[in-house]
């Protein structure tokens, strides 16, 4: 019997091939992503990654849209998308490959590393991005040759309570979910999401206690953040005083790894969230031109993250007054926590000081390989990158 079993697994691992994907591959994809629980697209927002991607576009369909593995009954059992953009870095323009979705059935694990490789080694990409990389993948994404991104801190998320009632409800509605079922509970992401009905059932009076606590500590500790007389205003899109932004942006920072932000590539980054009403774009401007933006993403009804800053300085001193502002409309829309993942922006002691919790993430989530030895020494400088949720694909 376990040579039959032998012989079998080794007609599967023969006869898998790998190919590029296409459009028409979508179901079969989707529903791969589905039984493993990655998040999925409709075929409208499916597409719309590469075909209404500028960069896509500019290389006029000599770039691959992903890759599939394939059993020799033509079912697709593996898959990564490919998605491109453009940076720019001491007057050159860098083009940046990365992942999307890297998925396959548990018995062809092996070969679906070929999958990673394709996108990582592609012929004329400059560099590989990925901030997205789970705990298990880190070890083989390694392997492949690259290196933990130099600047932020990606295995630490900070973040402040800003709904301390409803927070603790969840807190301790996970815990005490977790004891009674221990094995169908989801990891703590997942838990910010269960129904405020389930919650409030398995509530206990201790999250009373604990919201006093927290909001005293708060309060009475250095961690707020301080006022100024900055005005932030908010926008509902990305206009062109975002194209004139990124033209000051790149001229003021040349030695600085940046991806291009200019409205068209900002419209079509963000497209999903705006249209989904979960985009916050909050901006401090000086006359008619922008001065600082920051761009926040609502996770759920319960978590906002904080995706993008930046300043034409380069500096975090207007990054208060634009956190200020977030923390404001979290409280009066309810949603329990702001959150900055990656820790990226702690230049001085703005976020340092001010964000009052820190929970640690199973492992570190970018890497990166530059495909040049010239990009590869010169990315050895922390002060060479800006790195921020809005690169790879952990905010489309």
Not at 211 to 224: E, M, N, P
Request: net charge positive; charged share 25%; aromatic share 12%.
């Amino acid at each position: 019997m376990n040579e039959l079993l032998q012989r079998d697994a080794s007609k599967k691992k023969a006869a898998v091939k790998v190919r590029a994907a296409s459009l028409s591959d979508y179901e079969q994809i989707t529903a791969l992503e589905s039984r493993y629980r990655l998040p999925s697209r409709n075929y409208d927002d499916w597409r719309h990654i590469w075909l209404n991607n500028p960069v896509y576009r500019e290389l006029e369909g000599d770039w691959p849209i992903g890759w599939v593995l394939e059993n020799e009954d033509k079912q697709i059992v593996g898959s990564i998308g490919n998605i491109p953009s453009i940076y720019e870095f001491d007057g050159k323009r860098i083009l940046v490959s990365s992942g999307a979705n890297w998925v396959a059935e548990v018995s062809y694990r092996s070969a679906s590393l070929q999958l990673l490789n394709n996108v990582i080694g592609q012929r004329y990409v400059d560099l590989y991005l990925n901030n997205t990389v789970s705990q298990k993948s880190s070890a083989v994404v390694i392997a492949l040759g690259c290196s933990r991104v130099p600047a932020g801190v990606w295995d630490e998320m900070a973040y402040w309570i800003t709904n301390y009632r409803e927070f603790f409800q969840s807190v301790v509605a996970m815990k005490n979910y977790r004891l009674a079922n221990p094995l169908s509970y989801p990891s703590w992401g997942g838990s910010w999401t269960r129904p405020k009905a389930i919650r409030a059932r398995l509530c206990t009076p201790l999250s009373y206690p604990l919201s006093v606590v927290a909001f005293l500590r708060d309060r009475l500790g250095k961690t707020a953040l301080r006022e100024s007389d900055v005005e932030v205003k908010a926008c509902s899109g990305f206009d062109e005083r975002f194209d004139a932004f990124w033209e000051d942006l790149k001229s003021n920072n040349p030695r600085v790894l940046l991806s291009i932000r200019t409205r068209e590539i900002l419209g079509w980054h963000f497209k999903s969230t705006l249209l989904a009403d979960q985009l916050w774009i909050a901006t401090v401007v000086d006359g008619a031109r922008l001065a600082a933006y920051a761009i926040f993403k609502k996770v759920n009804s319960e978590r906002v993250r904080l995706v993008d800053y930046t300043s034409l300085d380069g500096s975090a001193s207007l990054l208060a007054p634009l956190l200020s502002w977030a923390l404001r409309k979290c409280r009066s829309e309810g949603v329990h926590m702001l959150e900055h993942t990656g820790r990226w922006l702690e230049k001085g002691e703005v976020l340092e000081a001010a964000a009052p919790y820190r929970r640690k993430l199973p492992g570190w989530a970018y890497y990166y390989r530059a495909n040049n030895s010239e990009l590869k020494a010169l990315l050895h400088d922390p002060q060479a990158w800006a790195p921020s949720l809005f690169d790879s694909e952990a905010t489309l």
